[in-house]
């Protein structure tokens, strides 16, 4: 069975930084592209970041461009979400989700909340 | 990267159809086959329903069908049961020279 378990959201104030995990299992990793969703309270989804399965291309968001940094580990079967200067606006649920053209598996989130 | 455009709401009795629309532009719905679909229930995550504009992931019921013309991609959901109210949002994927997915603002589904 596929899963994805996020972790590492929690109370952030402005100008922190956070390093979100997202721990695979139940297919081989290293064969997938990923991604992270985010989620604000009562909006829609934003995408915000992408990983190739090798981990050699990357793409942002023009939101977290320059903040947020995307990285993964194969070995490890985990994916990570670094991110600097964070800002009220970034407060949000955050998913990681697997696939290039669209996530057919999704974790349950981790909450962000930046807030002094 | 402008958000797509989708209905705030829309509703209908069990046993009906509805159609969720989905507005995009040349540069993504219009230009790629590549229109996906997700259901979220409260407090839940979101479930692909419908990928690549008409095709539905294994298990998905096939009350759930797609279709995309020119610029605006459609979810229709035939014989609606109540488990089916939720929030539906639909999805495109840009490619070639950058990457994004860019998402509509989310269709809140009540079955009255």
């Known amino acids: 069975e596929v899963q994805l378990v996020e972790s590492g959201g929690g109370l952030v104030q402005p100008g922190g930084s956070l390093r979100l995990s997202c721990a695979a299992s139940?297919?081989?990793?290293?064969?997938?592209?990923m991604n992270w969703v985010r989620q604000a309270p009562g909006k829609g989804l934003e995408w915000v970041s992408y990983?190739?399965?090798?981990?050699?291309?990357?793409y942002y968001a023009d939101s977290v461009k320059g903040r947020f940094t995307i990285s993964r580990d194969n070995a490890k079967n985990s994916l990570y979400l670094q991110m600097n200067s964070l800002r009220a606006e970034d407060t949000a649920v955050y998913y990681c989700?697997?696939?290039?053209?669209?996530?057919?598996?999704w974790g349950q989130g981790t909450l962000v909340t930046v807030s002094s | 990267q402008s958000a797509l455009t989708q209905p705030a709401s829309v509703s209908g009795s069990p046993g009906q159809s509805i159609t969720i629309s989905c507005t995009g532009t040349?540069?993504?719905?219009?230009?790629?086959?590549?229109v996906s679909w997700y259901q979220q229930h409260p407090g839940k995550a979101p479930k692909l329903m419908i990928y690549?504009?008409?095709k539905r992931p294994s298990g998905v019921s096939n009350r759930f069908s797609g279709s995309k013309s020119g610029n605006t991609a459609s979810l229709t959901i035939s014989g609606l049961q109540a488990e089916d109210e939720a929030d539906y949002y639909c999805?495109?994927?840009?490619?070639?020279?950058?990457?994004?997915?860019?998402f509509g603002g989310g269709t809140k589904l009540t079955v009255l």
């Open positions: 990983i190739s399965s090798s981990g050699s291309t990357i």
């Open positions: 040349s540069s993504d719905v219009g230009s790629y086959n590549l």
């Open positions: 999805c495109s994927y840009a490619g070639s020279s950058i990457f994004y997915w860019v």
């Open positions: 139940g297919f081989t990793f290293s064969s997938y592209e």
């Open positions: 989700a697997r696939g290039r053209v669209a996530g057919d598996y």
């Open positions: 690549e504009v008409s």
